[in-house]
């Protein structure tokens, strides 16, 4: 996917995980080069870092250890009410399809597409408020 020097914003990769969010952020570096990228490796991180920062949109993994994904973006919604969430699961089960279709996150299934995150970052950057 060639850069897109148009989308802009804050982005704040939550995952456990160092090679995925590493990863991304290079990807998204490349391809989103006036996005920045923050990350954090577990839910406490990840608040700790929306209590300091502006985040507009916030993806986090949907089971983590140590911390609850769904109870992360739960408190992540009322720390940052104007960012916009993404979760992603390597087995997403029928509650977090289901929760993604009628709250206010999108769902992503691991192994994460770049190329699909690109595409659902821009349009949610673009609709940040």
């Known amino acids: 996917m060639p850069p897109n020097d148009d989308a802009k914003g804050t982005v704040l990769f939550v995952d456990d995980d160092a090679s995925i969010t590493t990863s991304l952020r290079a990807h998204l570096a490349w391809v989103l080069p006036r996005v920045r990228v923050l990350t954090a490796a577990s839910a406490a991180e990840g608040l700790a870092t929306l209590g300091k920062e502006k985040v507009d949109v916030i993806l986090s993994d949907y089971r983590m ?25 390597a087995t997403p089960d029928e509650f977090l399809i289901t929760k993604g279709r009628t709250d206010n996150y999108a769902v992503l299934s691991k192994p994460v597409d770049p190329d699909l995150l690109v595409h659902m970052l821009t349009r949610k950057l673009a609709d940040k408020g």
Not at 65 to 89: E, K
């Open 65 to 89: 250890p140590g911390g609850d994904g769904a109870q992360f973006l739960a408190d992540a919604a009322r720390v940052a009410p104007t960012a916009r969430l993404i979760a992603f699961s």
